[in-house]
């Protein structure tokens, strides 16, 4: 996953984030002095995402980032149709298509657009384009859905998959490729990163506008431009089950906090988590949440999806795009 590449959002750019870093053994560890009765985990098959209502993760929408020079507003149009059509809902759906279902990135971005989403779009003056991908199935299945935009707009498109974002983003500075779907909070610490040294002040937020205006005024000084960002994101979220949601009647990660703060409450995640501010003590500091116990399992993966699922945890970091929580 892309939390996995090195470059998650915000602090991760210095090896902060809840995502990155060699997970430890499983294990279960109890914390001292908490207070509150918390919340005894609830097992169940369906998992939900609470929402982050006071924005502790750093926005990582998805974004056309764009070699300036070939930047016209046909090809940026065309790129903004896409980023219109895959809404949060679509982006796990087409992550389910992939992980589950065991379709390719093509196909299932042409089925995608074979349901009309990527309709009205506007032909230009054409030429070639090559499209980059990082190597994971859901940006590539991201790179198809440009290039069937692209192509609907008169340009002769083709993916590349070429790795990681190391390798790219040189890449598409210099015009050897074109066009890469992003992660907006993602890139904008990558490029931080590159023109700050190697601990600049965080510039990624939970603000998207902000954000934005960041990531397009770094971009400006490397040759991008960047397309509209999506409303979907690929970033790091805490899940529930179900049955823990309605037993609890919790959706938020405030309401979380209010009623199932204390001693029954585990936390689970990467091992990692307890030193991360986007995990544990972001948490801890943001929501006034206190656990019980944290159990060391992996960075929104099969361990942490088991252990909500099976009832031995109460709360688990996941990530936002994840198939698992697809509707249908």
Do not use: H, W
């Given at each position: ?9 915000g ?8 995502g990155?870093?060699?997970a ?5 560890q ?6 509150g ?8 098959e369906?998992?939900v995402?609470?929402t982050?209502d ?9 974004i056309?980032a ?18 219109t059509?895959v809404g949060?809902?679509?982006l796990v759906a087409?992550n ?7 379709k390719?990135?093509?196909?299932a971005?042409e089925?995608f ?10 032909k230009g ?10 190597n994971f199935?859901?940006n590539?299945t ?5 290039r069937?935009?692209?192509e609907a707009a008169?340009?002769?498109a083709?993916?590349?998959?070429i790795?990681?974002r190391?390798?790219?983003?040189p890449?598409l ?6 066009v890469v779907?992003e ?5 904008t ?6 023109a ?9 937020s939970g603000d998207?506008?902000?954000t934005?205006?960041?990531l397009?005024?770094l971009g400006s000084k ?7 960002p999506?409303q ?5 979220a ?10 609890y ?8 906090a ?6 029954a409450t585990?936390?689970g ?10 995990c544990?003590?972001g948490?801890?500091q943001t ?6 116990k944290f159990?060391s399992l ?5 361990q942490?999806?088991n252990?909500?699922?099976t009832?031995a945890?109460s709360?688990?970091l996941v990530l ?6 697809a509707t249908?």
């Amino acid at each position: 996953m892309r939390a996995a590449l090195g470059v998650a959002v915000g602090l991760a750019t210095v090896g902060l984030a809840a995502g990155c870093g060699k997970a430890g053994s499983s294990g279960t560890q109890a914390a001292k002095d908490v207070q509150g009765a918390g919340c005894v985990p609830v097992a169940g098959e369906q998992l939900v995402m609470l929402t982050d209502d006071k924005k502790l993760q750093a926005v990582d929408n998805l974004i056309p980032a764009i070699n300036a020079k070939a930047a016209d507003p046909t090809l940026v149009a065309a790129l903004d149709k896409v980023s219109t059509a895959v809404g949060a809902k679509e982006l796990v759906a087409l992550n389910k298509a992939t992980d589950v279902d065991r379709k390719t990135p093509k196909a299932a971005a042409e089925e995608f657009a074979a349901s009309g989403k990527l309709a009205g779009i506007a032909k230009g003056a054409g030429g070639k384009i090559t499209i980059g991908a990082a190597n994971f199935s859901e940006n590539e299945t991201l790179g198809e859905l440009y290039r069937i935009a692209l192509e609907a707009a008169g340009y002769q498109a083709t993916v590349q998959k070429i790795g990681n974002r190391e390798l790219y983003e040189p890449a598409l500075e210099k015009g050897d490729i074109q066009v890469v779907p992003e992660y907006v909070g993602t890139l904008t610490e990558f490029l931080n990163k590159k023109a700050n040294g190697a601990s600049p002040a965080p510039l990624a937020s939970g603000d998207l506008d902000k954000t934005v205006a960041a990531l397009t005024d770094l971009g400006s000084k490397v040759g991008l431009k960047f397309g509209k960002p999506s409303q979907a994101a690929d970033q790091n979220a805490f899940a529930v089950t179900k049955a823990f949601a309605d037993k609890y009647k919790v959706s938020t990660l405030s309401e979380f906090a209010d009623k199932c703060s204390g001693r029954a409450t585990v936390l689970g995640g990467p091992a990692e988590c307890p030193q991360r501010p986007f995990c544990q003590p972001g948490l801890e500091q943001t929501y006034k949440m206190q656990f019980g116990k944290f159990a060391s399992l992996d960075a929104g993966g099969p361990q942490t999806k088991n252990a909500l699922r099976t009832g031995a945890v109460s709360i688990g970091l996941v990530l936002s795009s994840d198939a698992a929580f697809a509707t249908s």
